[in-house]
């Protein structure tokens, strides 16, 4: 489709494992944006990529999660040693600029036994 | 936007009546701003934006009205709908970040 895909939609893991979240953005969108929304809450900003430049990291919550963007398109978020409290919606967007929409997937429910 | 805490605020409104969503914002700087809705295990979908140069813009049933002054924001529906029932967000961007509301429930009652 012409979205912004995310997978797994869900991922139920164990305490102390690694996930790995995927999203590919909109072709052709430079921008991409990972936010992670806990049950009944806003949307808490993790990081955001634009081309080139150096990812803006701030939002992550600590060391254990990362990301990277491959190629300028395909974008992967990284939890490790995952927590209880890591359980939550994790929503990916692209933009085709500043000060245009941002577009979302459906998300990735993740849950930590 | 500002968060609202656990409980998200809900708007109860019949169908077909007019529903007003506010929103307050807290960032002077911000020059961009956009409503989203979400429904149930469904990302934020777009509805409409409005730039700070402007303080009204109107879509498809939906207006956005923008008061810089005080800050605040408001989505406004006519003749609502059963499918408008969502979670509705406010967004506010500054440089490259969106800070979103934490969100008001419409639910429409039949």
């Known amino acids: 489709g012409a979205g912004v895909s995310q997978s797994p939609s869900n991922k139920v893991t164990e305490k102390g494992k690694d996930v790995e979240l995927r999203c590919d953005p909109i072709s052709g969108h430079t921008a991409l944006y990972w936010y992670r929304q806990s049950l009944g809450q806003g949307l808490e900003f993790l990081i955001y990529f634009q081309g080139n430049s150096a990812p803006d990291k701030s939002g992550l919550p600590s060391d254990r999660f990362s990301a990277e963007r491959t190629g300028g398109s395909v974008s992967t978020l990284t939890i490790q040693r995952t927590q209880q409290e890591d359980s939550a919606v994790y929503l990916c967007a692209s933009s085709s600029d500043r000060n245009q929409p941002q577009h979302f997937g459906d998300g990735t429910r993740l849950s930590i036994l | 936007g500002e968060s609202v805490g656990l409980h998200l605020p809900t708007l109860s409104v019949q169908e077909g009546d007019n529903s007003i969503i506010n929103c307050a914002y807290s960032?002077?700087?911000?020059?961009?701003f956009i409503w989203y809705k979400q429904e149930s295990g469904k990302g934020p979908q777009f509805i409409i934006d409005i730039r700070s140069n402007m303080d009204k813009r109107q879509g498809q049933r939906v207006t956005v009205l923008l008061n810089k002054t005080v800050k605040h924001l408001s989505l406004q529906i006519a003749a609502t709908q059963p499918g408008d029932s969502a979670v509705y967000f406010c967004a506010d961007e500054a440089g490259n970040m969106l800070t979103f509301g934490g969100g008001t429930r419409l639910m429409v009652k039949p």
């Open positions: 960032n002077s700087a911000s020059d961009y």
